[in-house]
């Protein structure tokens, strides 16, 4: 079956730790996402990538970075620069060129104490 | 830039009753707009999308909504919802004129169906 997984579903991690959140895709998509998502604020994009080898800061990057060395992997690392870890992030793909629909992982929910 | 404004955070409704979920936008260019449905602890998923065309979409499982661009609206409607859609449905739009495929999103209406 074609989808994007994310791993792991929850994670904790202490204050002060980076940490990475996977996200693989066997859609052959060109183009990844990460949002963020709060209660009562929609989803918020952190960065995306349209190509390998390349990707953009979204509206809320401050605290986070990205790879994107493989087409389908776009794995996201929240630093300890990052003030409000603690959140639901989304991974989402498309397939580049002017297509509109994004498709979306599972999410992984992240906790930091 | 765009923005997107879910007028409601919560509709709570009874089983089997009509349902709107509101959706204004506002864009100094041409947008595409999609209603995504999510379900507690998992993903988006994709509920319908307006590109070109016929301004009133549908989905397989009995929503509806209509693109008005006078009032750059593009409300959610389904005329008797069922315990199962009980759900958050977010509301986003995308630039026309941008290769990116970035979408901007609303805050989300928590839909509360109720027996």
């Known amino acids: 079956d074609g989808g994007i997984t994310q791993s792991p579903k929850y994670l904790f991690r202490k204050e002060g730790q980076n940490v990475t959140l996977s996200c693989e895709q066997n859609l052959n998509h060109d183009a990844m996402y990460w949002y963020r998502q709060d209660p009562g604020q929609g989803l918020r994009l952190i960065y995306y990538?349209?190509?390998?080898?390349?990707?953009q800061k979204g509206d809320i990057a401050e605290g986070y970075s990205v790879s994107r060395e493989k087409k389908e992997s776009f794995p996201l690392t929240v630093t300890s620069a990052q003030k409000n870890p603690t959140a639901f992030y989304l991974c989402?793909?498309?397939?580049?060129?002017?297509?509109?629909?994004?498709?979306f992982g599972p999410g992984t929910r992240l906790t930091v104490t | 830039a765009q923005s997107v404004t879910q007028l409601d955070s919560q509709v709570p409704v009874f089983e089997e009753a009509p349902v709107e979920l509101r959706c204004n936008y506002s864009?100094?260019?041409?947008?595409?707009l999609f209603w995504y449905v999510q379900y507690p602890n998992q993903g988006l998923q994709l509920l319908l999308k307006?590109?070109?065309?016929?301004?009133l979409v549908e989905s397989i499982n009995g929503f509806e909504a209509e693109f008005n661009k006078s009032q750059t609206s593009f409300h959610l409607r389904k005329p008797s919802v069922h315990i199962s859609d009980t759900a958050e449905y977010f509301c986003a739009v995308s630039d026309r004129s941008s290769n990116t495929g970035k979408l901007i999103f609303g805050q989300g209406t928590t839909l509360q169906v109720k027996p």
């Open positions: 990538s349209q190509i390998v080898n390349d990707f």
């Open positions: 307006y590109l070109s065309g016929s301004t």
């Open positions: 864009s100094s260019v041409s947008v595409y």
């Open positions: 989402a793909s498309n397939s580049g060129g002017g297509s509109y629909e994004q498709y």
